[in-house]
């Protein structure tokens, strides 16, 4: 029972480089969601998906590009990273995100530095 | 948009102390979620409170949801070093999108 899974766990890179963070759950949850955790902020809501194909933009979504052609992947791109998106970035997945809004399960984290 | 106010920002407690968090949000939530998380781990789900003025119990943890569904709290009866961790509550209002506090680190001195 692998759950939810992310990697790399710890990412180092410099600014201007593209990177892509891995989601990966294996429990068919139809909703999935990437966080990013900053002190101060809290959790703060990037982009998340109700279904493949389908994505939309949360608080904080600039900068940052997600896909989700197959149900259990959902990956996160920084397009040119920049040293204010360094931070610990959480997947997270929910069999529903609907009216009965159900738990959000959380990845391990990655944490990413941008030098 | 919705906004989910928690407070303390930070909480120290002797062990054996009681703790408290409060959430507020400035809307009306359909349900509210809490959630904890260990220094270095991920955020865990606790609980979900659904109906007004619902109030539920796990162990030392007290949950409660107001009565007009705009506000709860966390209650833990005499802490121990294993409560260590920041508390997030979350809630939903009108749209899909589950809105974070920015959550309430404990320490607890032993």
């Known amino acids: 029972d692998a759950g939810i899974t992310q990697s790399p766990r710890y990412k180092i890179t410099e600014t201007g480089r593209q990177v892509t963070l891995m989601c990966h759950q294996t429990?068919?949850?139809?909703?999935m969601f990437w966080y990013r955790q900053d002190l101060g902020h809290g959790l703060r809501l990037i982009y998340y998906s109700a279904a493949a194909d389908i994505t939309d933009k949360g608080e904080v979504p600039d900068g940052y590009v997600v896909s989700r052609s197959k149900t259990e992947n959902f990956p996160l791109t920084l397009e040119s990273a920049t040293r204010s998106q360094t931070s610990v970035y959480f997947c997270?997945?929910?069999?529903?995100?609907?009216?009965?809004?159900?738990?959000?399960?959380f990845g391990p984290g990655t944490r990413l530095l941008v030098l | 948009g919705q906004q989910v106010m928690q407070i303390p920002q930070y909480q120290h407690v002797q062990e054996g102390e009681d703790f408290t968090t409060y959430c507020n949000s400035s809307t009306t939530l359909s349900n509210i979620q809490w959630y904890k998380q260990r220094p270095g781990g991920h955020p865990v789900f606790l609980i979900q409170?659904?109906?007004?003025?619902e109030v539920k119990k796990q162990k030392r943890l007290t949950f409660q949801f107001g009565e007009a569904k705009k506000n709860s709290s966390l209650h833990i009866t005499a802490t121990q070093t294993t409560d260590v961790g920041t508390y997030f509550c979350a809630g939903r209002g009108g749209s899909e999108k589950l809105v974070f506090g920015k959550g309430t680190k404990l320490t607890v001195n032993p």
């Open positions: 997270a997945s929910s069999p529903e995100g609907g009216v009965f809004q159900e738990t959000q399960y």
């Open positions: 429990w068919s949850h139809s909703y």
């Open positions: 409170l659904v109906k007004s003025g």
